[in-house]
């Protein structure tokens, strides 16, 4: 009966989506405002009935109900009840089930959150973000309807969720990448409706700039876990693999890093208007050429899901409505001629273009990367594959060409700036920076040009970031006050930057010192990796829930002090049989002990056994962190709640905003 | 000129040459790092280059794995039904690497005909069981396999 | 119009990728080459399912069939049993491969969930399996009515496979059959 609920709840808003997808378009093209007042009712109705659906679905799993189809393949009885709620989005159809319900929660906090848009933008913006929703919506129903039964034949138990998606860090990440990949969809929406009322002022991109920070930030947030995971759980210690449906993730992030710098010069100066909503477009595009690429198997990948041709043709079908409608809109709309807003060369306008070209080129060799394989195959020219050294290879310039020009940023004056100012004001770091960077790499055993180049760069983005800062608190009466003073936005790019100088140190550092070993160890065998003694005590066989283990015991000691002890097991998971690698890791800010077992080699207990060393590898992920916390920390800047008011008034827009 | 038009001038140049850096930078990164796909068929006719990186993908065959005793030295062979290709490869497998599994070898052929592969991935589907699943079945539970052991 | 013509631009880069999107769809990745279709089933000599008649290929050809593979052991098998069961119903003859399976265990299925099989062939070592190039269970092959494999799917046979798949496949089969 739940689940039935649940496709009737589905159903219905399918309907309300429908309506609003229609009806306050309507309204805003005929100028009816009663046809407009209905969209924010339509988008918490929208809300209610997929949340409605969403729990009969949640309800089902973790009621064992065998006869849902989807419970049947990616559930089982011995499954803890964590992860049987985490397997409602470990398969395709509960995944695009949590997609649609965030969508429409995307949809529901622009209807709360605008009272003070004009009700003909926030008509506009809902409809297109119900049009969105009709989408996924009718996706689901038609072709991957997660309430489907199994009847006749309902099994005495189910399939059990694939073991590697049994893990705390996977049941927040598919929620977190697509609170970040529709999150991009109200940025869509904001400019889609810009683009419909044929005004494209600076308006739509202050309220469109808090929206896409946070969703930007739980997409950093999203696959900042999805490497994490990888990490730990895919047992081979990597934590970026250049697969395609990272890619798939990865490229919106690109895409909208680009955009949220782009929007703070179309707010500030008015500048870049048709190429941010051409970015915003690009962004939400490529969030929905992601979902193709892993639910439709064009692409061979590690996590891809289960393919069905008829299901990428739908995605396909529409991908090109909503990328070649809103394209086509754009090349209608958009003004031929642009800003006549002009900027001097040296100017933080040119620093922002220069982010947005690399970010854009950025994004379009990862594209292009990622669908070679595809381009190739179809022109019938073999089956290729394109590596991680391909990606390692453009990407590795691009960002080092990024950082010089990211630490002029935050210091650099709008419209005109001159080089000599920036040359007394960052002469200091850039020479502190140099120093770091001959210094602080000999702190490791051997010295290594590139993390010399890294730290040099992200030294250069710190302390120019300090610099600045230090400005900003000088002339106040403490430093308490001077603090205080400055503004969230600003303190949000503020982290944003740091954890990006900390992201570059950490991969790079990682990358270089990493030291990997594969060797076959007996219990009682001792082996030493940079300075650390790993000893393997003893072989025990271990149970779970829904699994038996071997497990290596190993202490870690160092100087002759046990520093750790680690546990890697080799699990057998009873319901599918599958063996799975489970390592264990000793994590500490600078370095990170990672051991995790092959197989079993000969019969007297010795094992392939995997040791690492990697220092700083937890970098990354801060810095990743820092990032989206640095997101979230603009929304909570006064002035977007201010701002609101004056822009009902026309012709306030185009007024240029001081720094 | 008029200085906007100028300024127009200088970004379409910035833009070009930028761009032009970039393609080249990704013909650069992709003609070393790109490698083909063959099948053990197209191995064993000698359409596959020896010496260059590619990538062999087939079935295990069933008892061709042999572990080394002293190493994590593997040897397996890989086909498609028509031929085979031997595969030597040193390191850890994945989980999901088996015999009579998918997997796909990258790596260098050699003189003899090997592939010394670098990477092997295996691929497993999840709506699809080999016969070594059915000990692991038993102890799940699982009565409806007919209590056959 | 110039400037206008390049506002289109992104709409054109986007056209083009669109086909190539298109073509992908219908090409698989990881296509295993199968190597017998088009090609008769091969020659064999094996056990009827719990006795000792031996079977040979010309007992399972002639008429239009199905080809299932399939074990006790294999949780998907038991899935698509029903559909297998109403298929057969249906009157599609469908001859059963028993790969690598005991006799006993396999009889007493059939004897609880219904026998949708005409012949089951006991392929206890998994020798036929080998000679097809099947890679596990389930597995379903389509032979036309001279003996030629027409059609191969991997994975569970269930209503949707069937009716968008196996049954045009079937019937066309059968239409030619007739004409002839």
């Given at each position: 009966?739940?689940?039935?609920?649940?496709h009737?709840?589905l159903i219905?808003?399918?309907?309300?989506?429908?309506?609003?997808?229609?009806?306050p378009?309507w309204?805003?093209?005929?100028?009816?405002s009663?046809?407009?007042a209905?969209?924010?009712?339509?988008?918490?109705g929208?809300?209610?009935?997929?949340?409605?659906?969403?729990?009969?679905?949640?309800?089902a799993?973790?009621?064992?109900?065998?006869?849902?189809?989807?419970?049947?393949?990616?559930?089982?009885s011995?499954?803890?009840?964590?992860?049987k709620?985490?397997?409602?989005w470990g398969?395709?159809?509960?995944?695009?089930?949590?997609?649609?319900?965030?969508?429409?929660?995307?949809t529901?906090?622009?209807?709360?959150?605008?009272?003070?848009?004009?009700?003909?933008?926030?008509?506009?913006?809902l409809s297109?973000m119900?049009a969105?929703?009709?989408g996924?919506?009718?996706?689901l129903?038609?072709?991957?309807?997660?309430?489907?039964?199994?009847?006749?034949?309902?099994p005495?138990d189910?399939?059990?969720?694939?073991?590697?998606?049994?893990?705390?860090?996977?049941?927040?990440?598919?929620?977190?990448?697509?609170?970040?990949?529709?999150?991009?969809?109200?940025?869509?929406a904001?400019?889609?409706?810009?683009?419909?009322?044929?005004?494209?002022?600076?308006?739509?991109?202050?309220?469109?700039?808090?929206?896409?920070?946070?969703?930007?930030?739980?997409?950093s947030?999203?696959?900042?876990?999805?490497?994490?995971?990888?990490y730990?759980?895919?047992?081979?210690?990597?934590w970026?693999?250049?697969?395609?449906?990272?890619?798939?993730?990865?490229?919106?992030w690109?895409a909208?890093?680009?955009l949220?710098?782009?929007?703070?010069a179309t707010?500030?100066?008015?500048?870049?208007?048709?190429?941010?909503?051409?970015?915003a477009?690009?962004?939400?595009?490529?969030?929905l050429?992601?979902?193709?690429?892993v639910?439709?198997?064009?692409?061979?990948?590690?996590?891809?899901?289960?393919?069905?041709?008829?299901r990428?043709?739908?995605i396909?079908?529409?991908?090109?409505l909503?990328v070649?409608g809103?394209?086509?809109?754009?090349?209608?709309?958009?003004?031929?001629?642009?800003?006549?807003?002009?900027?001097?060369?040296i100017?933080?306008?040119?620093?922002?273009?220069?982010?947005?070209?690399?970010?854009?080129?950025?994004?379009?060799?990862?594209?292009?990367?990622?669908l070679f394989p595809?381009?190739?195959?179809?022109?019938?020219l073999?089956?290729?594959?394109?590596?991680?050294?391909?990606?390692?290879?453009?990407?590795?310039?691009?960002?080092?060409?990024?950082a010089?020009?990211?630490g002029?940023?935050?210091t650099?004056?709008?419209?005109?700036?001159?080089?000599?100012?920036?040359?007394?004001?960052?002469?200091v770091?850039?020479?502190v920076?140099?120093?770091?960077?001959?210094?602080?790499?000999?702190?490791?055993?051997?010295y290594?040009?590139?993390?010399?180049?890294?730290?040099?760069?992200?030294?250069?983005l710190?302390?120019?970031l300090?610099?600045?800062?230090?400005?900003?608190v000088?002339?106040?009466?403490?430093?308490?006050?001077g603090?205080?003073?400055?503004?969230?936005s600003y303190w949000?790019?503020?982290?944003?930057?740091?954890?990006?100088?900390?992201c570059?140190?950490?991969?790079?550092?990682?990358?270089q010192?990493?030291?990997?070993?594969?060797l076959?160890?007996?219990?009682?065998?001792t082996?030493?990796l940079?300075?650390?003694e790993?000893?393997?005590v003893?072989?025990?066989?271990?149970?779970?829930?829904?699994?038996?283990?071997?497990?290596?015991r190993?202490?870690?000691?160092?100087?002759?002090?046990?520093?750790?002890?680690?546990?890697?097991?080799?699990?057998?998971?009873l319901?599918?049989?599958?063996v799975?690698?489970?390592?264990?890791?000793?994590?500490r800010l600078?370095?990170d002990?990672?051991?995790?077992?092959?197989?079993?080699?000969?019969?007297?207990?010795a094992?392939?056994?995997?040791?690492?060393?990697k220092?700083?590898?937890?970098w990354?992920?801060?810095?990743?962190?820092?990032?989206?916390?640095g997101?979230?920390?603009?929304?909570?800047?006064?002035?977007y709640?201010?701002?609101?008011?004056?822009?009902?008034?026309?012709?306030?827009?185009?007024?240029?905003?001081?720094? | 000129?008029?200085?906007v038009?100028?300024?127009?001038?200088?970004?379409?140049?910035?833009?070009?040459?930028?761009?032009?850096?970039?393609i080249?930078?990704?013909?650069?990164?992709?003609?070393?790092?790109i490698?083909?796909?063959?099948?053990?068929?197209?191995?064993?006719?000698?359409?596959?280059?020896?010496?260059?990186?590619?990538?062999?993908?087939g079935?295990?065959v069933?008892?061709?794995?042999?572990?080394?005793?002293?190493?994590?030295?593997?040897?397996?062979?890989?086909?498609?039904?028509?031929?085979?290709?031997?595969?030597?490869y040193?390191?850890?497998?994945?989980?999901?690497?088996?015999?009579?599994?998918?997997?796909?070898?990258?790596?260098?052929?050699?003189?003899?005909?090997?592939l010394?592969a670098?990477?092997?991935?295996?691929k497993h589907?999840?709506?699809?069981?080999?016969?070594?699943?059915?000990?692991a079945?038993?102890?799940s539970g699982?009565?409806?396999?007919?209590?056959?052991? | 119009?110039?400037?206008?013509?390049?506002?289109?631009?992104?709409?054109?880069?986007?056209?083009?990728?669109?086909?190539?999107?298109?073509?992908?769809?219908?090409?698989?990745?990881?296509?295993?080459?199968?190597?017998?279709i088009?090609?008769?089933?091969?020659?064999?000599?094996?056990p009827?399912l719990?006795?000792?008649?031996l079977?040979?290929?010309?007992?399972?050809?002639?008429?239009?069939?199905l080809?299932n593979?399939?074990?006790?052991?294999?949780?998907?098998?038991?899935?698509?049993h029903?559909y297998?069961?109403q298929?057969?119903?249906?009157?599609?003859?469908?001859?059963g491969v028993n790969?690598?399976?005991?006799d006993?265990?396999?009889?007493?299925?059939?004897?609880?969930?219904?026998?949708?099989y005409?012949?089951?062939i006991?392929?206890r070592?998994?020798?036929?399996?080998?000679?097809m190039?099947?890679?596990?269970?389930?597995?379903?092959?389509?032979?036309?009515?001279?003996?030629?494999i027409?059609?191969r799917h991997v994975?569970?046979?269930?209503?949707?496979?069937?009716?968008?798949?196996?049954?045009?496949?079937?019937?066309?089969?059968?239409?030619k059959?007739?004409?002839?």
């Open positions: 009966m739940i689940p039935e609920l649940g009737f709840a219905l808003g399918f309907c309300l989506a429908c309506i609003l997808a229609v009806v378009a309204g805003a093209w005929r100028r009816n009663r046809a407009m209905l969209a924010p009712g339509l988008a918490v929208l809300l209610v009935f997929v949340g409605i659906s969403f729990a009969c679905l949640c309800t799993f973790l009621q064992d109900d065998f006869s849902v189809k989807v419970v049947a393949s990616n559930s089982n011995l499954l803890p009840p964590m992860y709620f985490s397997a409602v398969n395709h159809e509960g995944s695009l089930l949590l997609w649609a319900l965030i969508l429409s929660l995307w529901c906090a622009v209807a709360v959150f605008s009272g003070q848009l004009p009700l003909l933008v926030l008509a506009r913006v297109v119900g969105v929703g009709v996924f919506l009718s996706f129903l038609l072709t991957s309807n997660p309430f489907a039964r199994l009847l006749p034949g309902t005495a189910g399939n059990d969720l694939n073991p590697l998606l049994q893990d705390p860090g996977l049941i927040i990440h598919p929620p977190l990448l697509y609170m970040g990949y529709v999150g991009f969809s109200v940025a869509f904001f400019a889609i409706a810009a683009l419909l009322g044929g005004r494209l002022d600076a308006s739509w991109a202050r309220w469109s700039r808090p929206w896409t920070n946070v969703a930007w930030a739980f997409l947030l999203g696959i900042m876990l999805g490497s994490w995971w990888a730990y759980e895919l047992g081979w210690g990597g970026w693999f250049w697969d395609p449906v990272e890619n798939a993730s990865f490229m919106p690109l909208g890093t680009a949220l710098h782009s929007l703070a707010e500030k100066r008015g500048l870049f208007k048709s190429w941010t909503v051409l970015l477009i690009f962004a939400f595009s490529l969030s050429l992601g979902t193709f690429m639910r439709s198997g064009v692409l061979t990948s590690v996590h891809a899901f289960a393919t069905d041709p008829a990428g043709l739908f396909l079908v529409f991908l090109a909503v070649g809103s394209l086509t809109l754009y090349a209608l709309r958009a003004p031929a001629v642009t800003s006549r807003v002009s900027f001097e060369w100017s933080r306008e040119s620093l922002i273009l220069c982010n947005n070209v690399v970010f854009l080129v950025a994004t379009i060799t990862v594209l292009f990367g990622t595809l381009i190739m195959d179809a022109l019938g073999g089956k290729y594959s394109v590596g991680p050294p391909y990606f390692n290879a453009v990407f590795v310039p691009l960002m080092a060409l990024l010089p020009f990211m002029l940023g935050p650099a004056r709008w419209k005109k700036d001159s080089t000599r100012r920036w040359q007394s004001e960052l002469a770091p850039a020479l920076a140099v120093v770091c960077g001959l210094t602080l790499p000999l702190l490791n055993a051997d290594n040009l590139w993390v010399a180049l890294a730290v040099t760069l992200s030294a250069w710190v302390l120019g300090l610099r600045d800062l230090w400005h900003r000088r002339g106040a009466a403490s430093l308490g006050t603090l205080r003073r400055i503004t969230p949000g790019m503020f982290l944003a930057h740091l954890g990006f100088a900390a570059v140190t950490g991969i790079v550092a990682t990358s010192y990493n030291i990997e070993h594969d076959k160890m007996s219990p009682g065998d082996e030493i940079a300075g650390y790993f000893h393997f003893e072989l025990a066989p271990v149970r779970g829930p829904n699994f038996v283990a071997d497990e290596a190993f202490e870690i000691s160092r100087d002759g002090e046990l520093i750790a002890r680690l546990a890697p097991q080799k699990r057998r998971y319901a599918t049989g599958q799975m690698t489970e390592a264990d890791i000793d994590g600078f370095r002990l990672y051991v995790a077992m092959g197989e079993p080699i000969g019969q007297d207990g094992w392939a056994m995997r040791l690492h060393y220092p700083m590898v937890r990354m992920w801060l810095g990743a962190i820092l990032m989206a916390i997101g979230f920390t603009t929304v909570a800047d006064k002035r709640r201010r701002a609101r008011a004056p822009v009902a008034v026309p012709g306030a827009e185009g007024a240029a905003r001081g720094a | 000129m008029h200085p038009r100028k300024q127009r001038l200088y970004l379409v140049l910035f833009v070009v040459l930028f761009s032009s850096a970039a080249g930078l990704v013909m650069y990164a992709l003609s070393g790092n490698n083909l796909f063959f099948p053990p068929a197209e191995v064993a006719q000698g359409k596959a280059p020896v010496g260059q990186p590619i990538r062999v993908g079935m295990v069933d008892g061709s794995v042999q572990r080394s005793t002293d190493s994590l030295v593997v040897r397996f062979e890989l086909t498609d039904y028509q031929a085979t290709v031997p595969v030597s040193e390191g850890i497998l994945p989980d999901l690497f088996g015999e009579g599994q998918g997997a796909v070898a990258s790596g260098v052929l050699d003189e003899q005909g090997v010394r670098s990477e092997v991935l295996a589907d999840e709506n699809y069981m080999p016969p070594e699943v059915a000990d079945l038993e102890q699982y009565d409806h396999k007919g209590n056959a052991k | 119009m110039a400037p206008r013509l390049k506002l289109f631009l992104p709409l054109l880069i986007f056209a083009i990728m669109a086909v190539f999107l298109f073509r992908g769809l219908s090409l698989d990745p990881q296509a295993m080459p199968s190597a017998l088009d090609r008769p089933l091969p020659e064999f000599e094996l009827v719990g006795q000792e008649r079977l040979a290929r010309k007992d399972v050809i002639g008429e239009v069939a080809l593979v399939w074990a006790t052991w294999c949780v998907s098998c038991r899935v698509e029903p297998l069961v298929i057969a119903a249906g009157g599609v003859p469908i001859y790969y690598k399976d005991e006993a265990a396999a009889s007493r299925w059939l004897a609880e969930l219904g026998d949708p005409r012949l089951n006991a392929d070592a998994g020798s036929l399996g080998l000679d190039g099947v890679y596990g269970a389930p597995e379903t092959y389509l032979l036309d009515a001279a003996g030629v027409r059609y994975g569970v046979v269930d209503e949707r496979v069937w009716q968008t798949i196996l049954q045009p496949l079937y019937r066309e089969l059968v239409a059959g007739e004409a002839r």
